[in-house]
């Protein structure tokens, strides 16, 4: 398994959101560079980046930033947030991002997914962030009627290889990720499964770890000092 740090970005700058409000952001650094630097210190071997402005307003908002953070830290990036066309794929694989995720435009535009994977293969994931078991799209903002599992099988169907899974209700709340929802989704799908939101601590790395899911996301957690980063990282590896 493998713990994947976040980054949120917010007019350049890092903040964590509590269950995707917009409202209630918090800043937790100025320099993403800094950050990711820090995380790879402490063991971190990939890292999952989201340009939340991206994601609200459809276009890359913070691209010079993510792009920094590839030049100066040599790390592997997923990353996510108003990424809707094959323009912007292509030119974030070109810049050095290692997986691209698509969320909003693989509800609306599915045959672009298939257009993604059909070039990318693997460098092409999905996050499915859901509602009360409905998809969320436009940075939350808008809930689908479409089901997360019923989502997540057309997207394997399609050829994607790895699904990140948000619970949109757990995001920054620190309470544990939805382990019924993941449960499911692992039944489901053959896809590699990455948990997002509420962690809290190594108990919910060990629960996440004990279903034997691809990797996990860790955001408030560690800036707030409730996860140790480096221990999270000893332990998904055994």
């Given at each position: 398994m493998i713990i994947l740090p976040a980054i949120d970005l917010k007019d350049g700058i890092c903040v964590r959101?509590?269950?995707?409000?917009?409202d209630k952001t918090e800043v937790v650094a100025e320099s993403a560079v800094e950050v990711a630097t820090s995380f790879k210190e402490q063991g971190a071997e990939y890292l999952h980046m989201v340009d939340l402005d991206?994601?609200?307003e459809g276009s890359l908002k913070n691209i010079d930033v993510v792009s920094q953070v590839i030049k100066e830290v040599d790390i592997p990036i997923e990353l996510g947030g108003g990424i809707r066309d094959?323009?912007?794929?292509d030119l974030l694989i070109e810049k050095g991002i290692s997986r691209v995720i698509l969320g909003t435009a693989a509800l609306k535009n599915p045959e672009l997914v298939e257009e993604a994977v059909n070039k990318y293969g693997e460098k092409i994931?999905?996050?499915?962030?859901?509602?009360?078991?409905?998809?969320?799209?436009?940075?939350?903002?808008?809930?689908?009627?479409?089901?997360?599992?019923?989502?997540?099988?057309q997207m394997e169907k399609i050829g994607v290889k790895t699904i990140i899974f948000t619970d949109i209700s757990k995001d920054g709340t620190l309470q544990g990720p939805n382990l019924e929802q993941l449960q499911a989704l692992k039944q489901n799908v053959s896809c590699n499964i990455i948990a997002s939101g509420g962690i809290r601590d190594i108990g919910h790395i060990k629960d996440v770890k004990d279903m034997d899911l691809y990797g996990v996301i860790a955001g408030k957690s560690i800036y707030s000092g409730t996860l140790d980063l480096e221990e999270a990282v000893e332990l998904s590896k055994i």
């Open positions: 959101l509590y269950q995707g409000n917009f991206g994601a609200l094959m323009g912007k794929i994931a999905v996050g499915i962030d859901a509602k009360d078991g409905f998809v969320a799209i436009e940075g939350w903002m808008d809930v689908s009627k479409v089901d997360y599992i019923d989502f997540a099988k």
